[in-house]
């Protein structure tokens, strides 16, 4: 069997070699055993039900929840001499009937369908005289609850194929799974331990990089100006910072693209190509974007706010460099994203107990962009890989970008000046005051008598704004909603400014150096 698989690799796919994982997902599926293949994003894991596939007689069945990518799946199978077709709503149901008659009849070797198809009585029916040479869940983290993208209709395809009698093997596949995930697979689709093969979820050519207190707009437009002709996909949280995000990039004269639900599916299928075939570099996109989007050479993922949990960042940054290249992914850091993503939670159908496990899940994504320990590792410990890894040397807190700096002192001026200015006012007019403006607005408001008016004169206006956009991320201070957010202080603050706690910031310049004389707080 291992000869005729090896053979296959070379002569069907033109591989020489197996990649790790591969080899022994094959070999448990051609044993008869169920089997979860556990293999980063670009791992190779099409490969894992294709040879067998194709060594055992019938018709292999692969099961997923991305319509958009089965078409390409079976035109590069189809392109290979491989006879293979796809089953899902985008035909008519003379077509689907067409091609359940020609599956019954043993006519190929590969039949992609999504799991709304086993809701249907007919094509359990059509099944049941299809000989099957196996069951392949793609993206198999989908049919777990505990799942970070949840699919119910994934789920009862579970019960449903019970009705199929005797099964073939099924393998499961899968770039994120917790373990709670991993143990829900292999329960719902009786997968033996030893038949769970865990290659890990290092992807070691992606650079994270978290960045906080910067503006985003400003870091956007510098990032992207730095790599006019390469690829990168910036995610945000809601459709209207993609339109505007979008706006604003297409008037800066990028070639930009945008995806989200709230487009027409041609608007969207329009977008995903040019974007795919490089008519556009830049794609700006909800987390409707991506799922098996087969673009290997994006270069960077930028998410310009805070996902939800750890495994909806891995994955989407994980679409960054699957061609195995060097990319960055970067988490573009603001604490007030952490109340959009409170609120969506609260406001969503989730019952108490699923919504507590799904603030926790927040919580961690929070840590993650305060911990100093290197990013990667601390993801992989996220999903308990199995391995060990020494620190990257390539995240941002590896290579310590920037220099840690101890800003108690001007933390302490900036709360103090956000208080005697009553909190009525936003981080544009605290940073003049600060910075000892003769603008009319100061004078206006009388601001300039504030013995905080002036303290960080030594500073521009734009480092005493990034400093307070610090502020707000670390929680030291909020923003309110709306139009001309003010800045307030927090609980968080009295213990700053009462000196208990100390705030340290990594800066880019070392312009920063208080002038203690000053401050009479
Ligand atoms: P995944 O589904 O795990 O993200 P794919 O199955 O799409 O990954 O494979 C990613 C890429 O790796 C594809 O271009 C595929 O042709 C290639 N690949 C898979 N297996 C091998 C192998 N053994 N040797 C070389 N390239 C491989």
Redo the contacts with the bound molecule.
């Keep these: 069997m291992l000869k005729q698989a090896h053979d296959i690799?070379e002569q069907y796919?033109g591989?020489?070699?197996?990649?790790q994982g591969?080899q022994q997902v094959i070999e448990h599926i051609s044993q008869g055993h169920n089997t979860l293949g556990i293999?980063?994003?670009?791992?190779?894991?099409?490969?894992c039900y294709q040879i067998p596939g194709l060594v055992v007689d019938g018709t292999a069945l692969i099961i997923s929840p991305l319509i958009s990518l089965m078409k390409d799946q079976v035109d590069s199978l189809t392109s290979l001499g491989i006879s293979a077709t796809y089953i899902n709503s985008s035909l008519s149901s003379e077509e689907q009937f067409e091609r359940l008659r020609n599956a019954s009849n043993g006519e190929y070797d590969f039949v992609y369908v999504a799991p709304e198809r086993f809701d249907s009585e007919s094509f359990l029916r059509s099944l049941r005289s299809t000989r099957l040479s196996l069951i392949a869940f793609d993206e198999a983290h989908c049919i777990s609850q505990w799942g970070h993208d949840f699919r119910p209709s994934y789920r009862s395809v579970v019960q449903n194929i019970q009705r199929l009698g005797t099964l073939p093997p099924i393998v499961a596949?899968t770039?994120t799974a917790t373990e709670e995930v991993t143990r829900d697979i292999q329960q719902l689709l009786s997968i033996s331990e030893k038949c769970v093969v865990n290659t890990g979820f290092a992807r070691d050519n992606l650079h994270f990089r978290i960045v906080k207190g910067k503006e985003k707009h400003d870091y956007i437009q510098d990032y992207v100006r730095s790599r006019p002709n390469e690829s990168g996909i910036i995610y945000a949280s809601t459709r209207k910072d993609v339109d505007r995000l979008h706006q604003w990039l297409t008037k800066e004269g990028y070639q930009v693209d945008k995806y989200h639900a709230g487009l027409s599916e041609d608007e969207r299928k329009e977008a995903q190509n040019s974007f795919i075939q490089e008519e556009t570099t830049i794609m700006v996109a909800t987390n409707a974007f991506g799922m098996g989007i087969?673009k290997?050479n994006v270069r960077y993922v930028i998410h310009y706010a805070l996902p939800m949990n750890i495994e909806s960042y891995y994955q989407e940054a994980g679409r960054a460099g699957?061609d195995g290249e060097p990319s960055d992914c970067i988490l573009l850091f603001s604490a007030k994203d952490i109340q959009l993503q409170k609120f969506l939670i609260e406001q969503s159908l989730m019952e108490e107990d699923k919504k507590s496990v799904e603030y926790q899940k927040l919580q961690q994504m929070i840590n993650y962009c305060h911990t100093d320990r290197c990013l990667q590792e601390y993801m992989l410990s996220y999903f308990k890989d199995p391995f060990e890894h020494p620190p990257c040397e390539k995240c941002s807190n590896c290579l310590h970008e920037g220099e840690l700096k101890d800003i108690t002192k001007e933390a302490q001026m900036i709360l103090s000046c956000t208080k005697r200015m009553d909190e009525r006012f936003g981080s544009g007019l605290v940073a003049k005051v600060l910075k000892g403006s003769k603008s009319q607005k100061v004078k206006d408001g009388r601001f300039h008598k504030l013995s905080t008016y002036g303290l960080l004169s030594h500073l521009t206006e734009k480092e005493i704004t990034q400093m307070i956009q610090f502020l707000v991320a670390e929680g030291y201070l909020t923003v309110g909603e709306g139009k001309f957010p003010l800045l307030r202080l927090t609980s968080e603050s009295v213990s700053v400014l009462k000196g208990e706690v100390t705030v340290s910031m990594l800066l880019e310049s070392t312009s920063v150096a208080v002038k203690e004389e000053n401050y009479d707080e």
């Excluded at 591989?15 to 990649?19: K, N, Q, V």
């Excluded at 293999?39 to 490969?47: A, D, Q």
């Design positions: 690799l796919f591989f020489s070699s197996f990649r591969q293999m980063p994003t670009g791992g190779g894991k099409s490969i596949l770039a087969d290997s699957r």
